[in-house]
């Protein structure tokens, strides 16, 4: 699968990914201003199967798990940065949306066609003809991420459990 | 093998592993976990009813609300309302209802013992460090995920060692410090605890250690710790709470192995100031004197304690605020109030013309009263100033001690808040 890349700089913080004045709204609503302190065209314009790309500290911030879910809400196929907030970090996983740490991430250039397998830890950028390997996913992880995130694990421990 | 740090030795307990190495991810069965109104009951229970079960231990959750509070429409009425409805349903015994910032009512209602494992629905969370436990913030799926099965799981974290030592100068706080380290740590510290230690921190009150481990989440760490000692365990009692016989044994070893050691000397610290849009972004006060200020904005877990509200009546005392500047106090707890109007400070802060609001989160995430307009220019004794933080994404908010923005108040705009105290070594 691929898709087009959305790149964005340093320290993205939780506040612009899913801002307070929407706290009490619907996802529908939150989707719908995700960013648009800082691109107002990127909540209008993502396709299902886009790729973000940040810089350093990339939801940085609140523990509002409204900012990953902004992601799966709009179905980006993966998210890559130099490096995360924690909690941010954390939520988008549990909401089975991959988030790799890509180093090069300044080599991409918006509107460029990547390519990503998260398991693998391989990242492509059809546009530019490079490949890159990245650390996959945690493995203690790979898990829950395979069952499609938090929730339909622990459905299935609870199942485990009788 | 080093010693071991207080963090080392409580994964160690809550997870039943002795040999856990730095990096490695565990499994920790969860002593303690906070849920607010923002995050808690109203994104957890629709998960409970899809996997169609209930909370493991009723008695381990302490539920607040705090961010929505009081409701000022049909949202946040609905929001409060399921609240309520949940603790009643699971049988929640430590449910607190509009007293106050849930990372203030645990330390007022003495929940929080040295050694616990502890987890919080708020990036915030870290502040229950300030009782030599380690706690720390987690997103509302993951919230979930503990309130059904007791677990989570972490990255061993390294810790970085902070100490201070000296006295702080007239119109110098925690906040002041937390400011500092912003900058010079950065913001992207994830795998790290910052412990916090030397004798200007052993000097300080619950409170103000309470400041050093909220800003922890700023510096983007998994959370800030003091180790306890004599005042720890005055706190807990002044909660009504005896501290369990091996308090004060949760500590680091003399020999403890550190990433980072950092050493910083008090009196040399001046009043800080972070410019929008990060708390990174910051300075000392004389950089943005002169830059005028709408509004200024005392309130949040960080900044509007009961020792918060004491240093801003200390700056207000005998004057009154700047004509055309509104002053904002919005206490972080019922008992914060209670106490600021028994002792007098409540009188001085009212007669200095500040707008009194109601206790909980308000508007340090544009939730509650007191949220800004396009280009409105706020100073805030919160712990973010990002975009759109407060209000408007053309708003630009500075941050600083209850001293500094006490003093803009007055002055109408930023100002060394060591100009309004008798002593100080400020310019005036």
Redesign the interface.
């Known amino acids: 699968m691929s898709g087009k890349a959305w790149v964005f700089g340093d ?1 993205v ?1 939780t ?2 990914m899913a ?3 929407y ?3 619907s996802m529908d609503v939150m989707a719908a201003h995700c960013l ?3 691109d107002p065209e990127f909540a209008s314009n993502v396709q299902p199967g886009d790729i973000v790309v940040g810089g ?2 990339f939801g ?6 409204q900012a ?1 879910m902004a992601f799966a809400y709009h179905k980006v196929d993966a998210i890559l940065a130099r ?5 941010f ?3 988008a996983l ?2 089975g949306v991959p988030v790799l740490v890509f180093p090069q991430y300044d080599e991409i250039n918006k509107g460029d066609t990547l390519s990503v397998d998260p398991v693998a830890g391989t990242i492509e950028n059809i546009t530019q003809g490079k490949s890159y390997t990245v650390e996959p996913l ?1 493995g ?2 790979l898990d829950m991420i395979n069952a499609g ?3 339909p694990w ?2 299935r ?2 199942q485990e459990k009788g | 093998m080093s010693g071991l740090t207080i963090t080392d030795k409580i994964l160690r307990r809550a997870s039943g592993h002795d040999d856990l190495k730095h990096g490695q991810i565990v499994t920790c069965n969860v002593d303690l976990a906070l849920l607010l109104d923002s995050g808690g009951p109203r994104r957890i229970w629709p998960r409970l009813k899809e996997l169609n079960t209930g909370v493991w231990d009723p008695d381990k959750i302490v539920l607040c609300t705090d961010h929505f509070v009081p409701a000022v429409d049909a949202a946040s009425a609905a929001i409060l309302k399921l609240t309520r409805e949940f603790a009643e349903e699971f049988g929640i015994r430590n449910f607190f209802d509009m007293q106050g910032i849930g990372h203030i009512l645990l330390a007022e209602k003495g929940l929080l013992q040295p050694g616990m494992f502890a987890v919080g629905g708020d990036s915030h969370s870290s502040m229950g460090g300030a009782f030599g436990c380690y706690m720390s913030g987690f997103g509302a799926i993951e919230m979930t995920g503990v309130t059904v099965t007791g677990e989570i799981w972490v990255p061993v974290p390294e810790t970085i060692r902070i100490n201070w030592r000296g006295q702080f100068g007239p119109g110098v706080s925690a906040k002041d410090i937390m400011l500092k380290l912003c900058r010079e740590l950065g913001m992207n510290n994830g795998g790290k605890v910052l412990e916090f230690g030397g004798d200007t921190v052993r000097a300080m009150d619950m409170q103000e250690r309470g400041t050093l481990c909220n800003m922890a989440a700023e510096i983007g760490a998994e959370t800030g710790i003091v180790e306890p000692d004599q005042i720890t365990l005055e706190a807990l009692r002044a909660g009504g709470v005896e501290p369990a016989a091996d308090a004060l044994e949760w500590a680091s070893d003399a020999g403890a192995c550190y990433s980072d050691t950092y050493n910083f000397d008090a009196a040399e610290l001046t009043p800080q100031i972070a410019a929008p849009h990060s708390p990174a972004n910051s300075g000392v006060v004389d950089d943005y004197r002169g830059v005028k200020i709408d509004q200024a904005y005392v309130g949040s877990c960080v900044g509007a304690k009961h020792s918060d509200l004491h240093m801003l009546a200390t700056v207000l005392k005998g004057n009154k605020v700047k004509s055309g500047t509104r002053l904002l106090v919005a206490p972080a707890s019922a008992k914060a109030m209670r106490e600021a109007a028994a002792d007098g400070t409540l009188a001085t802060i009212t007669e200095a013309g500040a707008i009194m609001l109601p206790t909980g989160c308000g508007a340090c995430a544009a939730l509650g009263a007191g949220v800004l307009a396009d280009d409105e220019v706020c100073i805030s004794t919160t712990n973010r100033n990002f975009r759109g933080r407060m209000g408007s994404n053309e708003a630009s908010v500075y941050l600083g001690s209850p001293y500094s923005v006490a003093a803009a108040a007055v002055a109408g705009e930023i100002v060394d808040p060591r100009d309004f105290l008798p002593g100080a070594g400020g310019d005036a």
């Open positions: 320290g913080n506040d612009v801002p307070g004045l706290f009490k709204e648009e302190a800082i350093d500290n940085v911030g609140s523990a509002r798990e990953a490096s995360f907030g924690r909690i970090y954390r939520n549990n909401f945690p203690f992880l995130g938090l929730m622990l459905h421990r609870l």
